[in-house]
C-alpha cells in the first residue's frame, strides 16, 4: 500500500491522522519517542481491539446456544478442540504464504473466515450442534489465519522498549471489549424472545469483523523476504534450549487456556441459568481486567517480568481451592476477580519475553514467521492436551468432585509456565533502555 494512503485514514482516529504525510518541503513526521507506539501500532490495536470484541460479543454465548440445546459437555469440547487443530495446521500451512507474500491478507482472510463462521452458525440455527466439530473446524482457521499475521506484523512493529507497552494496551482494549460485549448480548438475549437475541448477536459480530477487515487496508503492506522452511520448528526445539524451555512454557499455558476457555462460562450459566447474570459476570471481571491492564501498561518493565508472572501464576492456580468449598455465582465471581487481577502480571512477561527471545539477533528476526508458527504449535499442543484430558475424564466421570480436581489439575498450567520461563527473564540489574531494539 502507497505512502498516501495514510491520508485515508478514518476520522475516528485522529492520533494517527495527525502524523499523516506531509507536503514537500513541510516538516517530516515525529517519530515516536522510545517506548512509544506509532501509528501503524496504535492502527493494528484497533484492528485488534475489534477482533477480540466480535469474539467477546459471542464467543461465550456460541457454547451456551450449543448447551441449550444439548446438556453435555463433549459437543463443546469436541468444537473447542477442532477449532485449536485446524487453528494449529492453519499456523504452519499459512506461515509459508506469510514470509513469501503479503502478510495482510492473510489477517483480512481471518476476519472473513471469522465473519463466514458466524454466517454459518445462524443458517445452521439449532441444528449447529450437530455440525460442532466442523464449524470448529471454520472457526479455527479463521483465528489461525488472524493470528498468524496479527502476531507477525505486531514484531516487526514493536521492540523490547515498546512491547509491554503494546500488550498492556492490547490488554486493556480487549478487556474494555470483554466488559462490554458481553454484558450487551446478555441484555439483549434475555430481552428479546426464543432465540432472536442469539441471532442478533451472532449478526452484529459478523458485522464487526467486516468493519475490522475494512479498516485492516489501512495498515501498510509489509515487506516479504526468504523462503519458508516447513521444518523450522522441529529443528528449533532440537537445537535452541531456550526455546524448548519456551515452547514448554507455553504448552502449559494452553493447557489451561484449552479448558478454561470453555468451561467457566459454562459454569456460570449452570450456576445462574440466566444469559444476563453470565454477561454481568464478564462485565465485572472485564472491569477488573481493564483497570489491572491499564496499571500494568503503565508500570510493568522487562526487570519486574520474572516475579511478576510468579505472583499472577500463583494467584490464578490458588484460587481455584475455592472451587472445593463450593461452586456458585459467588465463588465462581471471585475466582473471576482474581484471575483478572492476576492475569497481566502473568501473560505480560509470557508474551513479551518470547518475541524478544525471536528478536535476539538478525537471523533470529529474519525466521519471525516460523518463530511464531512455533510459539502457536506450542501453545496449541497445550490447548489439544488439556481439552483431550477433559474429554477422556468427563467420558468416566462427570460428578462435582472429579470435575474439581479435573480443573484444578489443569488450572496449575501457569505455575508450570513460570518454572519453564523463569530462566529467561533479565536478571535484576536490567537497565530497560540498554536492551536492543529489533
Given at each position: 500500500?502507497?505512502q498516501k494512503?495514510?491520508?485515508?485514514?478514518p476520522?475516528?482516529?485522529?492520533?494517527?491522522?495527525s502524523?499523516?504525510?506531509?507536503?514537500?518541503?513541510?516538516?517530516?513526521?515525529?517519530?515516536?519517542?522510545p517506548?512509544?507506539?506509532?501509528?501503524?501500532?496504535?492502527l493494528?490495536?484497533?484492528?485488534?481491539?475489534?477482533?477480540?470484541?466480535a469474539?467477546?460479543?459471542?464467543?461465550?454465548?456460541?457454547?451456551?446456544?450449543?448447551?441449550?440445546?444439548?446438556?453435555?459437555f463433549?459437543?463443546?469440547?469436541w468444537f473447542?478442540?477442532?477449532?485449536?487443530?485446524?487453528?494449529?495446521?492453519t499456523?504452519?500451512?499459512?506461515?509459508?504464504?506469510?514470509?513469501?507474500?503479503n502478510?495482510?491478507?492473510?489477517?483480512?482472510?481471518?476476519m472473513?473466515?471469522?465473519a463466514?463462521?458466524?454466517?454459518?452458525?445462524?443458517?445452521?440455527?439449532p441444528?449447529?450442534?450437530?455440525?460442532?466439530?466442523?464449524?470448529?473446524?471454520?472457526?479455527g482457521?479463521?483465528v489461525?489465519?488472524?493470528?498468524?499475521?496479527?502476531?507477525?506484523?505486531?514484531?516487526?512493529?514493536?521492540g523490547?522498549?515498546?512491547?509491554?507497552?503494546?500488550?498492556?494496551?492490547a490488554?486493556?482494549?480487549?478487556?474494555?471489549?470483554?466488559?462490554?460485549?458481553p454484558?450487551?448480548?446478555?441484555?439483549?438475549?434475555?430481552?428479546?424472545?426464543?432465540?432472536?437475541?442469539?441471532?442478533?448477536?451472532?449478526?452484529?459480530?459478523?458485522?464487526?469483523?467486516?468493519?475490522?477487515g475494512i479498516?485492516s487496508?489501512?495498515?501498510k503492506?509489509?515487506?516479504?523476504?526468504?523462503?519458508?522452511?516447513?521444518?523450522?520448528?522441529?529443528?528449533?526445539?532440537?537445537?535452541?534450549?531456550?526455546?524448548r524451555?519456551a515452547?514448554a512454557?507455553?504448552?502449559?499455558?494452553?493447557?489451561?487456556?484449552?479448558?478454561?476457555?470453555?468451561?467457566?462460562?459454562?459454569?456460570v450459566?449452570?450456576?445462574?441459568k440466566?444469559?444476563?447474570?453470565?454477561g454481568?459476570?464478564?462485565l465485572?471481571?472485564?472491569?477488573?481486567?481493564?483497570l489491572?491492564?491499564?496499571?500494568a501498561a503503565?508500570?510493568?518493565?522487562?526487570?519486574?517480568?520474572?516475579?511478576g508472572?510468579?505472583?499472577g501464576?500463583?494467584?490464578?492456580?490458588?484460587?481455584?481451592?475455592?472451587?472445593f468449598?463450593q461452586?456458585?455465582?459467588?465463588t465462581l465471581?471471585?475466582?473471576g476477580?482474581?484471575?483478572?487481577?492476576?492475569?497481566?502480571?502473568?501473560?505480560?512477561?509470557?508474551?513479551?519475553?518470547?518475541?524478544?527471545?525471536?528478536?535476539?539477533n538478525?537471523?533470529?528476526?529474519?525466521?519471525?514467521?516460523?518463530y511464531?508458527?512455533?510459539?502457536?504449535?506450542?501453545?496449541d499442543?497445550?490447548?489439544?492436551v488439556?481439552?483431550?484430558l477433559?474429554?477422556?475424564?468427563?467420558?468416566?466421570?462427570v460428578?462435582?468432585?472429579?470435575?474439581?480436581?479435573?480443573?484444578?489439575?489443569?488450572?496449575?498450567g501457569?505455575?508450570?509456565?513460570?518454572?519453564?520461563?523463569?530462566?529467561?527473564?533479565?536478571?535484576?540489574?536490567?537497565?530497560d533502555?540498554?536492551?536492543?531494539?529489533?
Amino acid at each position: 500500500m502507497q505512502q498516501k494512503t495514510k491520508n485515508r485514514l478514518p476520522a475516528f482516529f485522529p492520533a494517527m491522522n495527525s502524523t499523516s504525510s506531509k507536503a514537500p518541503g513541510s516538516a517530516a513526521p515525529k517519530s515516536p519517542k522510545p517506548g512509544e507506539l506509532d501509528n501503524q501500532a496504535r492502527l493494528l490495536l484497533l484492528v485488534n481491539g475489534l477482533f477480540i470484541a466480535a469474539g467477546a460479543l459471542s464467543g461465550t454465548f456460541v457454547n451456551v446456544y450449543l448447551w441449550k440445546v444439548k446438556s453435555q459437555f463433549a459437543p463443546i469440547a469436541w468444537f473447542t478442540f477442532a477449532t485449536h487443530l485446524a487453528g494449529a495446521l492453519t499456523f504452519w500451512l499459512a506461515g509459508a504464504y506469510v514470509k513469501q507474500f503479503n502478510k495482510m491478507n492473510i489477517l483480512r482472510a481471518g476476519m472473513a473466515g471469522s465473519a463466514l463462521f458466524y454466517l454459518l452458525v445462524l443458517l445452521a440455527g439449532p441444528q449447529a450442534v450437530s455440525y460442532a466439530v466442523w464449524l470448529g473446524l471454520v472457526q479455527g482457521m479463521a483465528v489461525g489465519f488472524f493470528w498468524l499475521a496479527f502476531n507477525v506484523v505486531y514484531f516487526e512493529i514493536t521492540g523490547p522498549d515498546n512491547r509491554d507497552r503494546f500488550n498492556g494496551w492490547a490488554g486493556l482494549l480487549a478487556s474494555v471489549g470483554g466488559m462490554l460485549a458481553p454484558w450487551l448480548s446478555g441484555w439483549l438475549i434475555s430481552r428479546l424472545p426464543g432465540n432472536n437475541g442469539y441471532r442478533l448477536i451472532f449478526a452484529l459480530s459478523l458485522a464487526l469483523f467486516v468493519v475490522g477487515g475494512i479498516i485492516s487496508f489501512f495498515l501498510k503492506k509489509r515487506q516479504s523476504e526468504g523462503t519458508y522452511s516447513w521444518g523450522f520448528s522441529f529443528r528449533c526445539l532440537r537445537e535452541e534450549p531456550k526455546w524448548r524451555l519456551a515452547a514448554a512454557a507455553l504448552a502449559a499455558q494452553g493447557m489451561r487456556e484449552g479448558v478454561f476457555g470453555f468451561i467457566i462460562g459454562l459454569f456460570v450459566y449452570i450456576a445462574t441459568k440466566s444469559e444476563m447474570t453470565l454477561g454481568n459476570f464478564w462485565l465485572i471481571t472485564s472491569a477488573v481486567g481493564l483497570l489491572s491492564y491499564y496499571v500494568a501498561a503503565k508500570w510493568y518493565a522487562p526487570r519486574y517480568r520474572k516475579w511478576g508472572m510468579l505472583t499472577g501464576a500463583v494467584m490464578m492456580s490458588g484460587i481455584l481451592l475455592l472451587f472445593f468449598w463450593q461452586v456458585s455465582y459467588t465463588t465462581l465471581l471471585a475466582f473471576g476477580i482474581v484471575v483478572s487481577l492476576a492475569y497481566p502480571l502473568f501473560s505480560m512477561p509470557m508474551i513479551s519475553t518470547v518475541f524478544d527471545l525471536i528478536g535476539t539477533n538478525e537471523q533470529s528476526a529474519k525466521n519471525r514467521v516460523e518463530y511464531v508458527v512455533l510459539r502457536e504449535f506450542a501453545l496449541d499442543v497445550g490447548r489439544l492436551v488439556g481439552i483431550s484430558l477433559f474429554l477422556l475424564v468427563t467420558a468416566i466421570s462427570v460428578s462435582a468432585s472429579t470435575l474439581n480436581w479435573l480443573v484444578f489439575a489443569i488450572g496449575t498450567g501457569p505455575v508450570l509456565a513460570w518454572l519453564c520461563m523463569k530462566s529467561l527473564f533479565p536478571g535484576p540489574g536490567t537497565d530497560d533502555a540498554k536492551q536492543s531494539r529489533t
